[in-house]
């Protein structure tokens, strides 16, 4: 079946610009995850959705960056006023539990950004 | 607060070699550990997960690890490479207890194998 996916998969936005990353999970997957992974780094969590409610955000580095996910499927991170230390990769992973920490989540392929 | 440390960013071996990919991690709670690989252009997959029980776990592709509590490792290996086994690997903790899911990750460990 379709795994996850994320659309662009390449993004250059200019520095001050706003963009939309988005993700489209697996089908009737109840949990979503943001990460953002530097380069030469691990991923590092962002944000987490259960179905449409985002119940932490702890990881948004600042109010810039803003997730939504309306409808409990399909979620889009946002990011206000780009700087180039927000270029990165930016992961979307999904799992169907609703208590997911023991189970394996599944990563889309990312959007890699670049500020510039 | 919880971390992973990932010893050697690079790890180099010949085929048909051991592969030994070394984790070591930081919990206040009973982790669950994972590892997670990551081919070029693809997104992470699952490698293989401890959550209870048994220390020593098995993966895909004939790679397992070993739980150890007193060493606070969680070391991956594999008793002999082949050359598709090169890509990034990471080694990943989760807190669990009441933790949902969001996950830790080390700095990655990219290992190439030579013919």
């Known amino acids: 079946g379709a795994g996850v996916s994320q659309s662009p998969r390449y993004k250059v936005a200019k520095r001050g610009q706003d963009v939309a990353l988005r993700c489209d999970p697996i089908?009737?997957?109840?949990?979503l995850f943001w990460y953002q992974q530097a380069l030469g780094q691990g991923p590092e969590f962002l944000t987490y959705f259960q179905n449409e409610a985002q119940l932490d955000k702890s990881g948004l580095p600042s109010d810039r960056f803003f997730a939504e996910r309306p409808e409990g499927s399909v979620s889009t991170l946002k990011i206000q006023r780009t700087q180039q230390e927000d270029s990165a990769v930016y992961l979307c992973a999904s799992s169907a539990h609703r208590v997911p920490a023991a189970y394996e989540q599944y990563f889309g392929p990312g959007t890699r950004l670049t500020v510039t | 607060a919880q971390s992973v440390t990932q010893l050697g960013s690079h790890v180099s071996v010949s085929e048909g070699a051991l592969v030994l990919l070394r984790c070591n991690y930081s919990s206040s709670v009973p982790p669950y550990l994972f590892w997670y690989v990551q081919y070029p252009n693809q997104g992470l997959q699952l490698l293989l997960k401890y959550t209870t029980g048994a220390t020593l776990v098995k993966g895909i592709n004939g790679f397992e690890a070993e739980f150890k509590k007193s060493e606070t490792s969680f070391h991956l290996t594999k008793p002999s490479a082949h050359m598709s086994d090169a890509a990034e690997y990471f080694c990943v903790l989760n807190a669990g207890g009441t933790s949902y899911g969001k996950l830790t990750f080390g700095q990655g460990t990219i290992l190439t194998v030579h013919p």
């Open positions: 089908s009737g997957h109840v949990s």
